[in-house]
């Protein structure tokens, strides 16, 4: 009987999914064009006065869809902007800090760019993720250090907020890994669409 290690296999859809979301990046210069468009008006339906709300983006890296166009539509929509900060690299804490368009950026725990201490820590309403797979109904495979399920366990314990993953819509996947602490997407917004998951939340 041949054992499967559920880490190794895990580990070898990563790297799979990453060689594919970097053929992805190249068919689809333009999809964070795109995703920006057809986010804009699900996302003003579903928050119509964005003005005093926090929206938690990140800083794209690699072949991860840069959600910068659509970090400038929401701030001139009246969005206050956050970005993710991981605080403690051993205990996998992750924060979200002021993101000042203007500013240069830092460094967090783990050498990725991020606000500088001095910017203040927020609570987000809503925040868009980055991933590296998705299902239809909300699960998501993000790179496997657990930064976002941690955060997002924390903060959905205390408050509703809304959960928007941002994806190629080649990164569509069926029967991904996932456990019972993973937390879910609420929508997903693609080059082509945007897919309700839980409209209630938040």
Partial sequence: MTIVDPIAAKTALRVFLRNQRK???REHPQADWMIAEVARDPLARRFPDPKGKVAALYHGLGSEISPRILAEQMAEAGWTLA???VVDRDGGKMIFRRWDLARR??????????????QPMLIPDL??????????DGV?????????????????????IFVLGLAYSG???ENLPHEAHDQRLDAIVTEKEYIAVNEMAG
């Fill in 105 to 118: 950026l830092g460094h967090d725990a783990i050498g990725l760019r991020a606000p500088t201490a001095d």
């Fill in 171 to 173: 990164q569509q996947a």
């Fill in 140 to 160: 998501r495979l993000g790179q496997g250090g657990g930064y976002y399920d941690r955060a997002l366990e924390f903060l959905r314990a205390r408050r509703p």
């Fill in 83 to 85: 970005l993710p900060a």
């Fill in 127 to 136: 925040v868009i993720t980055p991933l590296l797979a998705f299902q239809r």
């Fill in 23 to 25: 053929q992805l990046a």
